[in-house]
């Protein structure tokens, strides 16, 4: 069985200071993690993926996330977050292999508002 | 890019009316999913299909069928509406098992 907590429901930055998004995961296998942004009446846009390469990945729009397996942790990071990145973000787990029915696992989303 | 199109962006429907919702994909993915997302509840999915003709319940089928005649097109049926189908459906394509999803705009239902 997989699962995912973000550890904040929302979090709220001003312009121009940086973003940390918390993700914990708990995966029977090796999982590949994504991070998926919903901006209001969209659908979801991939940000970034780690698939067991490096584990600092990088994504769009200069987010970038550290795959930690000691701490079971995919934090999402921005040095300095834009009055753009205001939406909803998802942590999700995938297990390879047809045993895990090719589900994505989503995490329950973090709204950010960003300040002026 | 990857273009997956959502018939509808919005929908009104009444209490047990056949609600068709169809999803479309320009990428030649082998598999499609249908999801509804909830406050609070996140994204569950209802429905995926691996190929064409082929179906898999996801975690909350029950009320809900699926359609996959052609490669491209995953239709969502609720079979007889009721005011609980009131949400938001997102349809999404990947090519491969653990690749990323790719999604659709999604469609927001109202059932009244």
């Known amino acids: 069985a997989q699962s995912v907590t973000q550890l904040d429901s929302h979090v709220s930055v001003s312009e121009g200071t940086p973003v940390l998004l918390r993700c914990n995961y708990s995966?029977?296998?090796?999982?590949?993690l994504f991070w998926y942004v919903q901006h209001p009446n969209k659908g979801l846009q991939l940000l970034l993926k780690?698939?067991?390469?490096?584990?600092l990945v990088k994504g769009i729009n200069g987010f970038e996330a550290e795959f930690k397996k000691s701490e079971t942790s995919f934090h999402l990071t921005k040095p300095s977050a834009h009055m753009s990145d205001a939406a909803e973000y998802f942590c999700v787990v995938s297990v390879l292999g047809w045993a895990a029915g090719n589900k994505l696992t989503f995490g329950g989303g973090t709204r950010v508002l960003v300040k002026p | 890019d990857v273009k997956v199109t959502q018939s509808s962006r919005y929908l009104v429907k009444r209490t047990g009316e056949k609600v068709f919702l169809e999803c479309v994909q320009d990428?030649?993915?082998?598999?499609m999913f249908w999801y509804r997302q909830d406050p609070g509840l996140g994204l569950r999915l209802i429905y995926f299909?691996?190929?064409?003709?082929?179906?898999e319940k996801g975690d909350i089928p029950e009320g809900y069928s699926v359609s996959r005649e052609k490669k491209e097109r995953f239709s969502l049926i609720l079979e007889s509406a009721s005011t609980n189908q009131t949400s938001m459906y997102l349809c999404a394509t990947n090519r491969e098992s653990n690749q990323p999803q790719h999604f659709g705009d999604g469609t927001r239902l109202s059932i009244l």
């Open positions: 299909s691996y190929d064409v003709k082929m179906k």
């Open positions: 995966s029977s296998y090796s999982p590949s």
């Open positions: 990428m030649d993915h082998e598999n």
């Open positions: 780690y698939t067991s390469a490096a584990t």
